[in-house]
């Protein structure tokens, strides 16, 4: 298994338009793996891995790992446009080697005027 939820961190929380987009009051963007500890806080992004799996075996060892995240953007009515925040998303997952599986639907949730939006990453990497 490869570990790759510490590089997913770091390149969100080192993207200079995602720190512009995403401050907050824990001193820095509001990215975080799995969950949140604030759920009111917008907009925020949360990330989990979905998949790390042994892929396209030769002489019956796995020569790659499939692994894929998924990336939620947390956006309420007063911020609805999603864009920058997407673009600086994908942007960031293909500068460390993913590429995009999916994005949307967007979701908006009326009880609470909550807009979700899940994009899907990606990656292959060899297995020593």
Same mark, same amino acid.
């Given at each position: 298994?490869?570990? %790759?939820?510490?590089?997913? %961190? $770091? @390149? !969100? &929380? /080192?993207? *200079? @338009?995602?720190?512009?987009?995403?401050?907050?009051?824990?001193? #820095?963007?509001?990215?975080? $793996? %799995? +969950?949140?500890?604030? $759920?009111?806080?917008?907009?925020?992004?949360? +990330?989990?891995? !979905?998949? /790390?799996?042994?892929?396209?075996?030769?002489?019956?060892?796995?020569?790659?790992?499939?692994?894929? +995240?998924?990336?939620? &953007?947390?956006?309420?009515?007063?911020?609805?446009?999603?864009?920058?925040?997407?673009?600086?998303?994908?942007?960031? !997952?293909? *500068?460390?080697?993913?590429?995009?599986? *999916?994005? #949307?639907?967007?979701?908006?949730?009326?009880?609470? #005027?909550?807009?979700?939006?899940? !994009?899907?990453?990606?990656?292959?990497?060899? @297995?020593?």
């Amino acid at each position: 298994m490869i570990n %790759l939820s510490d590089d997913v %961190l $770091n @390149v !969100m &929380i /080192n993207n *200079s @338009v995602l720190n512009a987009e995403l401050a907050n009051c824990y001193g #820095g963007p509001a990215v975080f $793996n %799995l +969950f949140t500890p604030d $759920n009111t806080l917008f907009p925020r992004i949360t +990330f989990f891995e !979905m998949d /790390n799996t042994d892929d396209r075996y030769a002489d019956d060892e796995p020569k790659t790992a499939r692994i894929m +995240f998924q990336v939620d &953007i947390w956006l309420d009515k007063e911020n609805p446009n999603p864009k920058k925040i997407k673009d600086a998303v994908y942007k960031s !997952m293909l *500068s460390i080697g993913f590429f995009c599986d *999916s994005t #949307g639907p967007t979701l908006y949730e009326q009880d609470t #005027g909550v807009i979700h939006v899940p !994009m899907r990453f990606i990656q292959y990497k060899e @297995v020593n």
